[in-house]
């Protein structure tokens, strides 16, 4: 798997995002909606503030220092501040909120899965290379 797999579950994750926002406000309301939503968001920003980290700091070459201490700036404090404001409000749903952030954890695992069982990734190969 490359880079691109990460572009492709942040684009997936907000598509699902979407969907959750606008059926869950119908079928449960708009609180926990809101809630689950504002998780997932806050879970596509938090890989890609990631995944940014990472094409910054590891790679051949000379590392771009400043942008490595800009984002992870963003990303601990700041981005983690803000999830821990969320939490301790009084509006937003902690439980809800968690879901919402696991949401793209199980995006990944069901798009690993999904590639290893198409096989677009040679990862039976690597596995069976090693043993």
Do not use: C
Request: aromatic share 14%; charged share 10%.
């Amino acid at each position: 798997m490359d880079f691109s797999f990460v572009g492709r579950t942040l684009r997936t994750t907000g598509a699902v995002s979407l969907l959750v926002l606008l059926f869950g406000t119908f079928y449960f309301g708009f609180v926990p909606t809101l809630s689950v939503f504002t998780g997932m968001i806050w879970g596509i920003v938090n890989l890609y503030f990631l995944a940014m980290l990472v094409r910054a700091t590891i790679k051949p070459g000379e590392i771009d220092k400043v942008k490595a201490l800009i984002l992870i700036f963003v990303k601990f404090p700041l981005l983690y501040f803000s999830g821990y404001l969320m939490i301790v409000s009084n509006y937003f749903l902690p439980l809800h909120l968690l879901a919402g952030f696991t949401s793209v954890l199980v995006i990944i695992v069901l798009k690993a899965i999904g590639r290893v069982i198409t096989k677009q990734d040679n990862l039976t190969s690597a596995i069976n290379a090693k043993v």
